[in-house]
């Protein structure tokens, strides 16, 4: 996997968190006074040195707890520990406050680094970036697909541990939505690819990889997300890329059908013969106006299929 460039002139923010003890446990909860009181006492001697560097303190609203913010940057304020997004300097001001001040209702337990990286950067920032890794992204998300059909789900999780930007302008620190521009470039990377470089999204669940050929077919392979059997299938295709007639070939069990290559690869040949002796029933079907006679026409082709498939004698080129 080719990894995201990020340029060196973006700055990499402090992730810590600074860990407190004020009688609160995870479940149980803690006792609201000494709670109020923690939070007073940040307030009180921690906020001062943020505030004097631009910062502002927001105390806490219903069932979420008091944060200090600044351009995207944010200490939250938990009686349990204080996550901090700030760079070095604010980090080092907080944990001295922390170390070196006698509180009364908590004691400092410590620092811990935070493994994900978090960038000061803007929204319009990260958008660029993420432009100048549009092709780094189409890359790995071919690589994927050469190997396997996966989900979207499967394929955007894959992208998300490798290309997700966590920054102060979008503040997207502990988690994603379809509004990050990581998700948008996503989605603008699978159409572009859907239309020049041969994938097909078939439903929302399954994305693989096709293969396209001179005639206006494609062929592809996939594994059914209910049953997980294997199916590899021609859909044709009109020169406007609108399906017409989906072909199927066999199921089996996925174990199985992933060491039969040659098997796919002579049902792939027979699909290509078969296609081209019917080429004028396709284009009719592209041609034709929905409606019972067209279902009719279909079926019948998908009859006949059936049986050059299965090796028996039809007329071709009706």
Request: net charge positive; with cysteine; glycine share 6%.
């Amino acid at each position: 996997m080719k990894p995201l460039q990020i340029p060196s002139d973006v700055e990499k923010m402090e992730n810590i968190q600074f860990r407190v003890d004020s009688g609160y446990e995870w479940g149980k909860g803690g006792d609201p006074d000494r709670i109020a009181a923690f939070n007073m006492e940040i307030k009180k001697f921690v906020f001062p040195v943020l505030e004097k560097r631009g910062w502002q303190y927001n105390p806490r609203d219903g069932i979420s707890c008091a944060t200090m913010t600044k351009n995207g940057r944010e200490v939250y304020i938990h009686p349990m520990e204080l996550t901090a997004v700030c760079d070095k300097e604010e980090g080092k001001a907080i944990e001295d406050v922390l170390k070196n001040h006698a509180f009364l209702s908590f004691r400092y337990m410590g620092r811990s680094e935070r493994s994900t990286e978090i960038y000061d950067c803007s929204i319009e920032k990260v958008q660029e970036i993420y432009q100048q890794n549009k092709d780094n992204m189409k890359e790995n998300i071919m690589e994927i697909l050469e190997r396997e059909v996966v989900s979207r789900n499967s394929l955007w999780e894959e992208m998300e541990r490798n290309f997700l930007i966590r920054s102060t302008g979008e503040r997207n620190f502990h988690g994603w939505s379809s509004d990050d521009s990581c998700s948008k470039m996503f989605d603008t990377c699978l159409k572009e690819m859907e239309e020049k470089d041969r994938i097909l999204e078939q439903d929302s669940y399954m994305i693989r990889k096709c293969t396209r050929h001179k005639e206006p077919y494609f062929l592809t392979r996939w594994i059914h997300k209910k049953d997980g059997t294997h199916q590899l299938s021609a859909v044709v295709k009109t020169k406007d890329c609108i399906p017409v007639l989906i072909l199927p070939y066999f199921k089996e069990k996925r174990e199985l059908a992933l060491s039969t290559e040659k098997k796919v690869k002579d049902r792939m040949n027979m699909a290509k013969t078969f296609i081209k002796e019917h080429k004028k029933e396709i284009e009719g079907l592209a041609g034709g106006k929905s409606g019972p006679l067209l279902i009719k026409k279909k079926k019948e082709l998908t009859e006949k299929w059936n049986l050059y498939r299965d090796g028996k004698t039809i007329e071709c080129g009706r």
